[in-house]
């Protein structure tokens, strides 16, 4: 079984607002496809207050997407389709 399950942002994001409800200064370093995906997350990161200006855009690429497949006793596996951002 495959999950088509769109999730633009991960950890390092959900954990920059703590970061910045402490004082800090946050800037993330990152690099996304020029394409949809991609300007939707730097869109959502932007809508957070966070820096982006250390996110990379790069043409001809598309953004990260990580396939998860569940195994019969819903075990995960994943991959990454390459190229990518």
């Known amino acids: 079984m495959y999950l088509?399950?769109?999730?633009k942002l991960g950890c390092s994001v959900k954990?920059?607002?703590c970061?910045?409800?402490h004082?800090?200064?946050?800037?993330?370093i990152n690099a996304v496809?020029?394409?949809k995906n991609g300007q939707e997350i730097l869109d959502d990161i932007n809508d957070?207050?966070?820096d982006t200006s250390l996110i990379q855009v790069i043409a001809n690429q598309l953004t990260s997407l990580v396939k998860v497949h569940l195994d019969e006793n819903g075990s995960a596996s994943y991959s990454v389709?390459?190229?990518c951002a």
């Open 4 to 7: 088509l399950l769109k999730r």
């Open 33 to 35: 496809g020029k394409d």
């Open 23 to 28: 004082g800090n200064a946050v800037s993330m």
């Open 15 to 17: 954990c920059c607002p």
């Open 19 to 21: 970061f910045q409800s």
């Open 48 to 50: 957070s207050n966070i």
């Open 81 to 83: 389709e390459m190229p």
